[in-house]
């Protein structure tokens, strides 16, 4: 595992990396040692945080499995967005909202 990895921001952490250091909190609490996988769950709560970038190993290359289950759960997550808006008049600003969520789950700018 690189020592150093690439500082990214939380926008770009995506479930299946690793991180190359221990993320703290402001006050110096570890919320994530050094080499753990980022989940779903604890992006969100790290998102909640307010944390702002992590330290992530770029030169591995992520495990096939979990790479799968990441693309899995974005797919299942794009299709909770259609069953929530299902309803939504195109164009209407629900169907705006609809479109930048897309744009989220799908790693894209908002």
Partial sequence: MSEGGREISMEQAQEGM???QALSDASGTVLLAQGATLTAAN?????????ESCRVVMDEVLDPAAQAHAEQERLRRLERLAV????????????????LLQRYRQGGAT
């Fill in 84 to 99: 929530l808006f299902r309803a939504t008049p195109p164009d209407s600003a629900g169907a705006e909202l609809l479109a």
């Fill in 43 to 51: 992006l969100t709560a790290l998102r909640r945080r307010n944390v």
């Fill in 18 to 20: 690793v991180l190359a």
